[in-house]
């Protein structure tokens, strides 16, 4: 039984937040046994975010898959980079539907699955991915980190005709990458000064990049997001979540979602945050294009 596997394998003492409150992996598996012996009933949600959905308009159908990020259910990250870019707090796990307790379920046994049984679960993506090119054809497009950080690059090569797409933290994966199918994004930050250094590499190496901007455009944020950085023209990356369709070198903002005016206003002094605030706007212009 998965159930039985899982009580064996499974960092049962790790701590986690899930329903509101703070418990364990192990008491989650043992409150919801019947849920964790199965399982996963599916991997990747199709246009399963209003974000990724936003590509019906260019006609593009996104299969997406959601596990439990970073070091959320186990000691190994599913995210390399996520404590030095300082994003394991503003992770899209908890907003959107992603903070329902059916999903946060449903991200955990992916994980599992992936982590305990990961043969089943390869076997399992494949068939996924082979039934929605089927039934999509070229119109499909597949992340599958949507909030994880994984390398996949030999499944990728294996599906030539499928374009996959991903943001990641980990600039030297991005660098790597040899499959021409799989479009990456850098996922900028300006919590640290690592993560501010991966940015001015990503920028001398005219990577495309995306930031995310500590506003949500409303008439009470202080915070304006500029024309240009570094000496390019910035374009919205919340209109469509069709990275690969962006001009090479690209540079996009993302405004912040799930959060109050009150928030944003207090977060927007702050100079080490994962967003761009009106604190660091300054140090991120000065970022000079060699």
């Known amino acids: 039984m998965l159930y039985e596997h899982y009580k064996k394998n499974a960092e049962l003492k790790h701590k ?4 509101g409150k703070e418990t364990t992996l192990g008491q989650v598996l043992d409150n919801h046994k019947d849920y964790f012996n199965k399982p996963p009933s599916y991997l990747l949600g ?3 975010s209003s974000k990724v959905s936003k590509g019906k308009k260019l006609k593009i159908v996104t299969a997406i898959q959601y596990l439990a990020p970073d070091k959320m259910i186990t000691s190994k990250t599913l995210c390399p ?3 030095r870019n300082g994003c394991a707090d503003a992770c899209l796990k908890d907003s959107g539907r992603l903070g329902m307790i059916s999903s946060q379920k449903a991200m955990i046994n992916r994980t599992l699955f992936y982590l305990y049984m990961t043969d089943s679960y390869y076997r399992q993506l494949r068939y996924e991915i082979d039934k929605a090119y089927m039934t999509y054809g070229d119109s499909l497009a597949v ?3 949507g909030t994880s950080d994984i390398n996949y690059k030999d499944l990728v090569k294996d599906y030539p005709h499928v374009q996959f797409y991903d ?3 980990n600039r030297n994966m991005m660098m790597k990458n040899t499959n021409k199918n799989h479009h990456y994004t850098f996922s900028g ?3 640290s000064d690592y993560s501010i250094k991966e940015l001015k590499k990503a920028v001398k190496d005219k990577l495309n990049i995306a930031l995310a901007f500590n506003t949500a455009n409303s008439k009470k944020d202080t915070l304006k997001i500029p ?10 990356f919340d209109d469509t979540d069709a990275r690969f369709k962006d001009n090479d070198g690209a540079i996009g903002y993302l405004s912040r979602k799930g959060s109050s005016v009150k928030l944003r206003q207090l977060e927007d002094t702050e100079q080490d945050n994962f967003f761009v605030t009106s604190a660091n706007l300054e140090r991120i212009q000065a970022i000079e294009v060699a």
């Open 46 to 48: 199709i246009n399963s």
């Open 167 to 169: 943001y990641t933290k």
């Open 16 to 19: 986690i937040h899930f329903d």
């Open 227 to 236: 024309s240009k950085l570094f000496g390019v023209e910035l374009v919205s």
């Open 81 to 83: 980079n996520a404590k």
């Open 143 to 145: 992340r599958l980190n």
């Open 189 to 191: 930050s300006m919590f």
